[in-house]
């Protein structure tokens, strides 16, 4: 069905050695393999767990599997239903081999063959529909209508700012807090090298010229020392994005742009809900923008926020957000604006959303501890970015695997999809690719070093304690055969 190994990559002949079935193992991703004798016909078990005991025994890796697999295992018959052998599989029957009428082995069941995990998916079983039909029946399905006004209004008030635009994306958001704040041709705005490319092309869209800095080792976000290096006389403003939900350091951040007399613009697009010493992100800047994209802690299909610190630069926006038309004259144009509006059933969606963010919130942090309670166990994976003084949303929970170490972050992603594990690589730095390259100068090691090495786990605000065991389990099972073959 999904990206599990076929049975042929799960079968080994009773007369190979443990270390022929070990490779096997260790190819197969899945911490086992079925034995077969000459004849095809299933006979016995053997997972990385046994050949570990064995060797402890004594025993050497040039013995024959049938001296040390399992004969007494669960199997069923191929045409059993699928629905029977879900309710079979749990947390010690991981695996049933399924053979057809003459004992053959023809295949196997696994929970993930089952279920592939996704890297995120949205919640949305709240009051979502029941809003959208609202919206449907009374024929607001435009941008006029109740729940934008009810969005911005609840959402003004989670961030502590009573300025807030529901737009169409996050994207948007950001371009339409830099055309408000007058950034233009011949400004500079400072951008991190690490980030979603919208945050450079916002920039880009107003005719300003990014200037692109590393990050930060101890946070993954925007390094203010950096930031210090990079400020000119057309420096306007400093985007600081809170990468996977962890905040940037603002107090430096706001020191510097207070010192050259600068604008901050939060990309707060991966952060609802994170805080940087105990107030959320988004009150920091003069303006911040978020995403609601599917993938978003909270989403409306697609949608964005901004939030203004100063009313007449968020009147200034509501103003361009719809074409620029006067708001005291109909059809009257002052300047040109853009059509950024959010559909009221997308403002429906949003507010059921923002009745449970809190439950979202706690999700994330719950599957995070999780996570780094069973990884800190395995040596050569950074846990994601935790200062003491940041309230981290893990939007994407994300690690960094030491490239020395017994399995390369490229490997060990393929093996978790083999295990029905979707997974994410960091993003590629700003400075690497084609349209941006011209704006960074200089070197960008840390953002090089994450990029490179790092990737993000499932993350869904839905994922339950078994999914999150399941993957758990894969990593471990995948770093112990490694080590075992390296060992051998
Ligand atoms: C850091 C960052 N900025 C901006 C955006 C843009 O948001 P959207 O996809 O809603 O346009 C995203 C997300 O996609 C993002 O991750």
């Given amino acids: 069905m999904n990206n599990v190994p076929s049975i042929k ?19 197969n991703a899945q911490g086992i393999v079925f034995v077969i004798d000459e004849h095809s016909h299933l006979v016995g078990v053997l ?114 700012c009573s300025n807030a635009l529901a737009v169409s994306n996050g994207t948007v958001a950001l371009h339409l807090a830099l055309v408000a704040l007058n950034i233009g041709p011949g400004d500079e705005v400072i951008v991190p090298d690490l980030t979603f490319a919208a945050s450079i092309n916002a920039v880009l869209y107003t005719g300003a010229t990014p200037v692109i800095v590393d ?3 101890d946070t993954w976000t925007i390094d203010p020392a950096e930031i210090e290096k990079k400020v000119t006389p057309r420096t306007k403003a400093i985007m600081p994005v809170h990468l996977y939900g962890h905040p ?10 207070q010192k050259h007399n600068l604008c901050i613009v939060e990309d707060c697009a991966e952060a609802l809900g994170s805080m940087y010493k105990g107030k959320r992100v988004g009150a920091f800047g003069e303006v911040a923008a978020f995403s609601f994209f599917g993938n978003k802690t909270i989403t409306t299909g697609e949608g964005g926020m901004v939030v203004f610190r100063d009313k007449e630069t968020y009147n200034r926006a509501k103003k361009l957000r719809d074409h620029g038309m006067s708001p005291t004259k109909r059809y009257w144009h002052d300047e040109v604006g853009f059509n950024y509006r959010m559909t009221n059933m997308q403002g429906a969606i949003g507010v059921a959303q923002m009745e449970r963010v809190d439950v979202f919130v706690a999700a994330k942090k719950h599957i995070a501890q999780t ?114 073959v390296l060992e051998s």
């Fill in 47 to 160: 997972s990385d767990g046994d050949i570990r005991r064995l060797l402890l025994r004594g025993v050497v890796l040039t013995e024959p599997v049938m001296l040390g697999m399992q004969k007494i295992f669960v199997f069923r018959p191929v045409t059993t239903p699928s629905e029977e052998l879900a309710k079979l599989l749990n947390e010690r029957v991981r695996y049933i081999p399924l053979v057809d009428e003459n004992n053959i082995l023809v295949d196997y069941a696994c929970l993930h063959r089952l279920h592939q995990i996704p890297i995120m998916e949205p919640s949305l079983s709240g009051n979502e529909i029941e809003y959208v039909t609202e919206c449907i029946k009374t024929n607001w399905i435009s941008s006029q209508g109740t729940f934008v006004r009810k969005f911005e209004s609840i959402f003004g008030e989670y961030c502590g």
């Fill in 371 to 484: 996570y780094n309670k069973s990884l800190s166990k395995i040596q050569g994976i950074t846990l994601p970015p935790q200062a003491e003084w940041a309230f981290n949303t893990y939007w994407l929970y994300t690690l960094v695997i030491d490239p020395s170490v017994v399995i390369g972050r490229d490997e060990l992603m393929k093996k978790l999809l083999l295990n029905g594990v979707e997974t994410r690589q960091v993003f590629y730095p700003l400075h690497e690719m084609p349209p941006y390259k011209k704006f960074g100068l200089g070197n960008y090691p840390i953002s090089d070093y994450v990029s490179q090495n790092g990737m993000s786990l499932p993350s869904s605000v839905g994922l339950s304690d078994q999914a999150l065991n399941t993957i758990t389990k894969a990593l471990e099972t995948v770093f112990k055969t490694r080590t075992l």
């Fill in 248 to 257: 940037c350091h603002m107090d430096e951040i706001i020191l510097i742009a």
């Fill in 215 to 217: 990050i930060h080792p």
């Fill in 9 to 27: 990559l799960l079968i080994v002949s009773q007369h190979a050695t443990l270390k022929e079935a070990l490779l096997i193992i260790d190819k």
